[in-house]
């Protein structure tokens, strides 16, 4: 691994993203687990910005899901529901 916190850090073989620093759950979509990157650092600025309800939160869930995973366009409303339910769990753990 190369680089640092100011600019980041990458691969020093291949450039990517090192596989350290990759942070993927399976979560349920659609009855099929789905790997979506850096779920716990996204989460937990959901829940910083304390949405009011289950629309707020799935929005602003996808919005930074998107940041760092693929989210088929036709599925949305899919993940959505699967991200939120994942939500709800990950916020009675960290009560």
Avoid at 26 to 35: H, N, P, S, Y
Wanted: aromatic fraction near 10%; include cysteine.
């Amino acid at each position: 691994m190369a680089g640092d916190e100011k600019d980041g850090y990458y691969c020093s073989i291949c450039g990517g993203i090192p596989p350290e620093k990759i942070k993927i759950r399976r979560v349920l979509i659609d009855g099929k687990e789905t790997g979506i990157d850096q779920l716990d650092f996204i989460f937990e600025s959901v829940s910083n910005v304390h949405p009011p309800d289950d629309a707020t939160a799935a929005s602003e869930i996808l919005k930074r899901v998107r940041k760092f995973n693929y989210v088929p366009t036709k599925k949305e409303a899919l993940y959505a529901e699967g991200l939120l339910k994942e939500y709800r769990k990950w916020e009675k753990e960290h009560a």
